[in-house]
């Protein structure tokens, strides 16, 4: 839906060649990587990134998969309004991401001061979107899910990321589980071709980048013609981009278990440069619950997956999503979740009580579970995740590994990088340029990241 509402608090100068632009970016690494993909559209017209919201253009770019995200939007963009009157009006207030998705016109009535509400798909229009709501001097709204695909119109990307860089290569999501917005704010699954993400990692590569994580609401979804004529999956796109000699490390993230096929898992013997640490969410360990949220496989299926990786790569690492107090959950499929916790161990999750979101199946179901019980369990389940994570941290002292660097540390005289398992190292040496892959041994574990050393003569070198 494209539409225009008069926007009279709208006074967007015209006339400036170069703007200053700020985008705030909530939610996933999709949504990180999609505020770059506005800003690359938008430097050709003369914006500029800035750090501070008192810019001449200002973009939420939004997440809506639980509650409070739309609470969030509302109150920064009502503290958004102050500096806005304060430039005299001179500010174009735009939303996009998936709350500008699903609520569209909604935004402008709750806060008409905003120009522009941009839905995930149309951000390769928004030089357009801009002229228009500056000719029309009138709200806009582009929500449209258009028949082309979002990955053929998006420019190239001109920036480089650093030494670690995203490429989104997949988009939306055909498997409705019954909790998620994500079927209807991002749509259905796309692939982008493989040309393209070959090419784009060719680029981030040029500038700086070592280490590749490939981005997909499910990434291992993912297929598409392959450089050869045949169909590929996402296990041999890897293969192809490990033949790129300036990539050190490749990841992909966020994985379904449906989609985990003996070719992705096979590839972990093989594929040296595909990192032993791998995101999959399971939500929860009870099989009525599974069912429940459609997510179509069992405990035991996902039990299975873990064993075979562990097999195909002993040192490889889980981190995973929970969602506790989904409607039906009864103690026993919350003792079910904790045992297969403790079974698995993870290196790190991420957990939260079930959020209720209107137009998805689960929101009406009727065995909603009271919040104080379901935070309760959650609290339980957090205390066992931390505890698996600080073991996991401790068990990395005394290893060496290689660690690819990205920059400074926080304090002076120190370098920072990632280890295979993304934890954050840290080293008391500032010599170590960034993008360099060196092996570390690790003398010390914080709750949230480790610290090492690395020999002189390794720096020398
Ligand atoms: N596609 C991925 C998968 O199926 O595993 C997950 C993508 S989703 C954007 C990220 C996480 O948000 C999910 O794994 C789930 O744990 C959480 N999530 C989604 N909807 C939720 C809801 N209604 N309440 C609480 N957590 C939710
Ligand atoms: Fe949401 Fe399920 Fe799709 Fe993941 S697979 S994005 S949780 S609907």
Redesign the pocket.
Same mark, same amino acid.
């Not at 939260?352 to 979101?357: K, L, N």
């Given at each position: 839906m494209t539409e225009t509402t008069a926007s009279p608090a709208l006074t967007h100068h015209a006339d400036t060649v170069l703007r200053t632009l700020h985008i705030v970016t909530w939610g &996933?690494q999709m949504n990180a990587y999609d505020s770059l993909r506005m800003a690359d559209v938008l430097r050709p017209i003369g914006y500029r990134e800035v750090a501070t919201d008192d810019a001449d253009m200002v973009i939420f770019n939004t997440c809506h @998969?639980?509650e409070r995200a739309a609470d969030k939007l509302f109150s920064a963009l009502g503290r958004l309004r102050a500096v806005k009157e304060a430039r005299g009006g001179r500010m174009m207030i735009a939303v996009a991401g998936c709350v500008a998705q699903a609520e569209g016109a909604e935004i402008l009535r709750r806060a008409p001061y905003v120009d522009l509400v941009v839905g995930s798909q149309a951000y390769h229009k928004l030089p357009e979107l801009i002229a228009a709501v500056e000719a029309k001097r009138a709200s806009v709204i582009d929500t449209d899910f258009p028949a082309e695909q979002k990955f053929d119109f998006l420019p190239e990307a001109q920036s480089g990321q650093g030494a670690i860089a995203n490429i989104a290569i997949q988009e939306g &999501?055909d498997?409705f &589980?019954t /909790? &998620?917005?994500?079927p209807y704010t991002r749509g259905a699954e796309q692939s982008r071709p493989t040309a393209a993400i070959i090419a784009e990692a060719k680029r981030l590569v040029a500038h700086g980048a070592r280490e590749i994580a490939l981005l997909g *609401?499910?990434v291992n979804a993912w297929h598409g013609e392959g450089l050869d004529g045949r169909d590929w999956s996402l296990a041999r796109l890897l293969d192809a981009l490990a033949e790129i000699p300036e990539i050190g490390r490749l990841r992909y993230t +966020? $994985?379904?278990p449906r989609d985990m096929g003996a070719d992705l898992i096979a590839a972990y013997r093989h594929n040296e440069k595909l990192m032993p640490f791998l995101h999959l969410?399971v *939500?929860s360990g009870s099989d009525t619950i599974l069912a429940a949220m459609n997510r179509r496989h069992t405990a035991a299926q996902f039990r299975r997956i873990i064993d075979d990786l562990r097999s195909a790569r002993p040192d490889i690492a889980f981190s995973s999503?929970? @969602?506790i107090g989904f409607p039906g959950e009864t103690d026993a499929d919350f003792a079910a979740t904790m045992a297969l916790v403790r079974e698995t161990g993870f290196a790190l999750a #991420?957990s /939260? +009580? #079930? $959020?209720?979101?209107p137009g +998805?199946p689960a929101a009406d179901a009727a065995a909603q579970i009271a919040p104080e019980v379901a935070h309760a369990r959650l609290l339980e389940l957090q205390e066992v995740l931390r505890e698996q994570q600080h073991a996991f941290n401790r068990a990395q002292v005394g290893r060496r590994f290689e660690v690819l660097f990205t920059g400074p540390g926080r304090h002076p005289g120190q370098t920072a990088g990632r280890s295979p398992y993304l934890q954050p190292v840290v080293v008391a040496d500032a010599g170590v340029a960034p993008g360099t892959i060196m092996p570390v041994t690790i003398t010390a574990a914080n709750p949230n990241s480790l610290m090492g050393t690395i020999k002189q003569e390794q720096i020398a070198a």
């Open positions: &996933c @998969i639980r &999501c498997k &589980c /909790f &998620c917005v994500v *609401q499910n +966020t $994985s379904h969410p *939500q999503d929970f @969602i #991420y /939260f +009580t #079930y $959020s209720r979101r +998805t």
